[in-house]
């Protein structure tokens, strides 16, 4: 059994190390984004940000790992943040 098995908050489901539970977390995040749309209720992408960074928070043990991911999401989300920022303005 590997040392450090992370367990999904959303489904219990357990992974070997951070890079697989991060390509199953992209799941529940798609999810998790349309049922928000759906319900209408408009965050802004920085409550967004901080909302993720905080789930993130309770699902890796390090520090790194968050940082990691964080960086990603900006990195793909920047635009999009940006557009939804002007668009609450
Ligand atoms: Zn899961």
């Not at 790992?65 to 303005?89: C, H, P, Q, S, W």
């Amino acid at each position: 059994m590997p040392r450090n098995t992370i367990k999904c908050s959303q489904c219990n489901k357990t992974f070997p190390g951070g890079y697989e539970y991060r390509m199953h977390w992209e799941k529940h995040l798609d999810e998790f984004l349309k049922k928000e749309k759906q319900c209408g209720t408009m965050k802004t992408p920085l409550q967004e940000l901080f909302e993720y960074e905080s789930d993130l928070t309770h699902m890796f043990d390090s520090d790194v790992r968050v940082a990691g991911a964080i960086l990603e999401y900006i990195r793909t989300n920047k635009k999009d943040m940006l557009k939804k920022e002007k668009e609450l303005k």
